[in-house]
């Protein structure tokens, strides 16, 4: 899959979550001067998500931790491709990493 394509992929997905995207080179999203999603240069989606929620996601789904322009993204996951087209189920992930950075309060 090319960057061109994960990026309709990433958009479908923040338009689903009912956020805004940002970014002009590096798509992203963020509230509270917190960012919770971004896509890099690789066309690979990162959402970052509670401790726990983390965890689970990376148990459940086998994922990778994020990287973007070779620096880990702690607290992010990486959305395996498989389930890039499941459009629905990653808004919903979004969703709850949106959540989480408001839980932080304003940066």
């Known amino acids: ?7 309709e992929k990433y958009k479908a997905i ?11 080179t590096v798509p992203y999203t963020s509230d509270n001067g917190h960012m919770f999603s971004q896509l890099n240069k690789n066309g690979e989606i990162g ?6 929620e983390e965890e689970a996601f990376k148990e459940k789904y086998k994922a990778d931790q994020f990287m973007s322009y070779g620096a880990k993204m702690h607290g992010y996951v990486k959305i395996p491709k498989e389930l890039m ?8 992930y979004m969703k709850s990493g949106h959540e989480y950075v408001l839980s932080l309060g304003p940066k």
């Open 14 to 24: 923040v338009e689903q979550a009912g956020v805004e995207l940002k970014g002009k």
């Open 47 to 52: 959402i970052r998500l509670s401790k726990e």
């Open 85 to 92: 087209d499941q459009t629905e189920l990653v808004s919903k």
């Open 1 to 7: 899959m090319d960057w061109k394509d994960s990026f």
